[in-house]
């Protein structure tokens, strides 16, 4: 959305998550749904649930991704960091919503 909103590379932070395995846009888009479905699986393991435990999920999901892991790698440090570490507690609070009430 923020690379939407200034004009940026839609497609930059797909290029960034695919270079992590020497890969452009196809591959950043196979890596971004495996990282995705691994921390889902581990944050519904963990049974983390609700608005709160959803974000700071997603903050300490940032810290190891973006800061940890991604320091390693010029594509993803070059980032722009408060919008990718919003994006990650978003992603967090989506895995730990309550579960939607059909009646």
Known sequence: MH????????????RAAGSLVGGGV???VVVHLAVSAFWA????RLRVRG???GAVAGLVIAALDLELIGRHNAQIRALPR???????????????RPPVQRS
């Open 3 to 14: 690379a939407l909103v200034v004009g940026d590379d839609l497609l930059r932070a797909t």
């Open 51 to 53: 608005v709160v435990g």
């Open 82 to 96: 408060i919008p990718q570490w919003l994006d990650h507690a978003a992603f967090g609070v989506l895995v730990a």
């Open 26 to 28: 196809r591959s950043g």
């Open 41 to 44: 699986f581990v944050l519904t």
